[in-house]
């Protein structure tokens, strides 16, 4: 960099400053050193109303994408055209660099409901998740209802298989 240079950047331990002359738009791409980078992302939850006495299987989405305003709004806007209800607030979740999975798991299902075989447990591999291209990246889960005298009651787990113990949890009980 030189005095007549239009950017001056400053590349600190844990920021990067750009100083221009001129408003655009930037791209910083990298590498993490040692598996410390950590992308933080949003999580929100998405369901049909429920319906009493439906009969049918009630599917439950739960998106993941980068926490951004715009990534928000299109995953509201994608929800919106099949009809889902967002359940709860989008929640935040850091995802660290070093290759391990996204855990997804629907537990606590309450009385008069059950989840469909083998579907109550899901993993998103860490190349999808830290290289996604799209806002799209979600999974579902499939209840059916056994009882159609009870409500619905249930809870999600996210959280990075390295690191259990920073999970998000959302909750529903109607």
């Excluded at 040692?34 to 999580?43: F, I």
């Excluded at 055209?81 to 996204?102: A, E, N, T």
């Excluded at 999808?128 to 209840?143: E, I």
Aim: proline share 4%.
């Amino acid at each position: 960099e030189t005095i007549n240079t239009p950017i001056f950047t400053q590349l600190d331990a844990d920021k990067l400053f750009l100083v221009t002359d001129f408003l655009t738009t930037f791209v910083l791409a990298g590498e993490s050193f040692n598996g410390k980078a950590v992308k933080n992302l949003k999580l929100a939850v998405y369901a049909p109303n429920l319906t009493r006495n439906s009969g049918s299987d009630y599917n439950i989405r739960v998106y993941v994408f980068e926490d951004t305003p715009c990534a928000l709004f299109y995953c509201a806007e994608q929800e919106k055209r099949l009809g889902g209800v967002l359940i709860g607030d989008p929640k935040s979740l850091w995802f660290q660099d070093g290759g391990s999975s996204l855990c997804l798991s629907l537990e606590d299902i309450g009385v008069g409901w059950k989840a469909k075989p083998n579907s109550s447990y899901q993993e998103i591999p860490f190349s999808h998740v830290w290289g996604a291209s799209s806002n799209s990246l979600h999974c579902s889960f499939t209840l059916e209802q056994t009882d159609s005298i009870n409500d619905l009651e249930f809870k999600i787990n996210v959280y990075q298989k390295m690191n259990p113990s920073h999970k998000q949890v959302f909750s529903m009980k109607s």
